[in-house]
């Protein structure tokens, strides 16, 4: 007799223990989706922080003036010799700034009580050394009127992005309330403009007296050849040692230990391989330091067994079948496995590769440990050996420079830094996911 029949009950009716049961499997699954609900806000959260506080630094405040190029200042012999222009230090550059924007002031009417050096203290410090090299490279146009657009320093900036408060500066020795008087006058007049910031995304890092004219775009040529360097090295030794260990050597106590290795190697964590390369690659090898072949070195043993381990599984998800498929009509080992077993694990692969990339271009320590800070190179290497051995940053380790700043606009920098990081490592993320779809094929 039925355990229904037993009790009285009906079958098209629920018995405690199955409501139970049900109710279980409901709180499970609304559990998961609370779950996938806080992790999306999370991400949401995370997501806006970075765009509402990083936007700013692809924004800049300029002022335009137009400054005299007075031949007495910048060529006293009248020879337009280029060695005797290139004697005019940034001092004889000085008094024609501040003329400029005293003229600029006066012109529009603008009272104030301000000495001119002060007037010109709203400008970047910059400005002189963008005047120079512009006189040096245009020596023809000195005697004549040109129009130059500056940056504004750092706390003018900041004002004008709500960064800067008057309240704030009331003990701040860079900039005063007359000279933001003064900055209300020419935002009116529309001398003073905001706009967009292309040198923070081409240009290099600067000292801390000139936040405002930092820029990423150097440290992310120095992550382009460290990326170069570990996809040429990583790439064929992970996938070389991986097949072999899979497919070719021997099950004994030492290839035992050598995946145990590669296992323990993989959660080693990565400012010890910055150890490692800087007492091997600098210490011993004599490398240059803070060179971008050092980085992708370093980055390439710190992401070898992500890609061995991710390459052996691919390899062991291939179905037994295939290779003896291939053995049976008489393909030799290598045959078999050159032939039909790696090409349907070319996905997984390859998919193992840009994740290993990928944790590598986000990697800060080792970068770090072997000298690879900010405000190294000035300029995009021209060569490929330049952009191997010279001096350099990476992205993660300008970021993390910025982050450690005093002045707030290194601050809004690193935010920004992040945004074209998280748009790379996007970009990457996306790149294995479409070549999975595009090699996979089915068994």
Do not use: C
Not at 86 to 108: M, Q, W
Not at 189 to 200: M, P
């Amino acid at each position: 007799m039925s355990d229904t029949s037993k009790h009285g009950g009906s079958l098209l009716e629920l018995s405690d223990r199955t409501k139970k049961r049900n109710a279980a499997e409901k709180r499970f699954r609304a559990y998961g989706v609370g779950a996938i609900l806080i992790g999306l806000a999370m991400l949401l959260v995370l997501v806006t922080t970075i765009i509402s506080r990083g936007t700013g630094a692809y924004q800049q405040t300029f002022i335009t003036l137009d400054v005299e190029l007075l031949e007495k200042n910048l060529d006293k012999k009248g020879n337009r010799n280029l060695d005797d222009i290139k004697k005019t230090t940034t001092f004889g550059y000085n008094p024609l700034i501040r003329s400029a924007i005293a003229d600029k002031v006066e012109a529009l009417g603008i009272e104030h009580s301000l000495k001119s050096k002060d007037l010109a203290g709203i400008l970047s410090k910059g400005a002189v050394g963008q005047l120079r090299a512009y006189v040096i490279a245009n020596p023809d146009q000195i005697g004549k009127t040109v129009e130059f657009r500056f940056l504004a320093q750092s706390r003018v900036d900041g004002y004008l992005k709500g960064r800067v408060t008057r309240e704030s500066i009331a003990n701040d020795k860079n900039i005063s309330a007359a000279q933001l008087d003064v900055v209300d006058a020419l935002v009116a007049a529309g001398v003073i403009k905001k706009t967009f910031n292309l040198d923070f995304i081409l240009g290099a890092d600067a000292s801390d007296q000139r936040p405002e004219a930092a820029g990423i775009g150097v440290s992310m040529v120095g992550s382009l050849f460290m990326m170069l360097v570990v996809l040429a090295l990583a790439l064929p030794i992970g996938v070389a040692a991986s097949i072999y260990l899979e497919e070719f050597a021997p099950k004994n106590w030492l290839t035992d230990i050598i995946e145990v290795n590669i296992s323990n190697l993989a959660a080693v964590p990565s400012i010890v391989f910055g150890i490692l390369g800087l007492a091997v690659f600098i210490n011993y090898m004599h490398l240059p330091t803070s060179a971008p072949l050092v980085g992708g070195l370093v980055l390439t043993l710190m992401t070898l067994p992500t890609i061995i381990i991710s390459t052996r599984a691919a390899l062991k998800a291939v179905p037994p079948s295939i290779r003896d498929a291939a053995l049976g009509v008489g393909a030799s080992k290598m045959q078999a496995v050159f032939h039909h077993v790696l090409p349907l694990a070319a996905p997984g692969i390859l998919t193992g590769t840009i994740i290993g990339l990928a944790q590598a271009l986000g990697e800060t320590a080792p970068l770090l440990l072997i000298g690879m800070v900010g405000f190294i190179a000035s300029n995009a290497p021209e060569t490929l050996a330049d952009g191997l051995l010279s001096p350099n940053s990476a992205m993660p380790a300008q970021i993390y420079e910025w982050a450690k700043r005093a002045d707030p606009a290194f601050y809004e920098r690193a935010w920004g830094g992040i945004i074209i990081l998280l748009i790379f490592l996007v970009t990457m993320n996306t790149v294995a996911v479409i070549l999975r779809r595009r090699f996979e094929r089915r068994w």
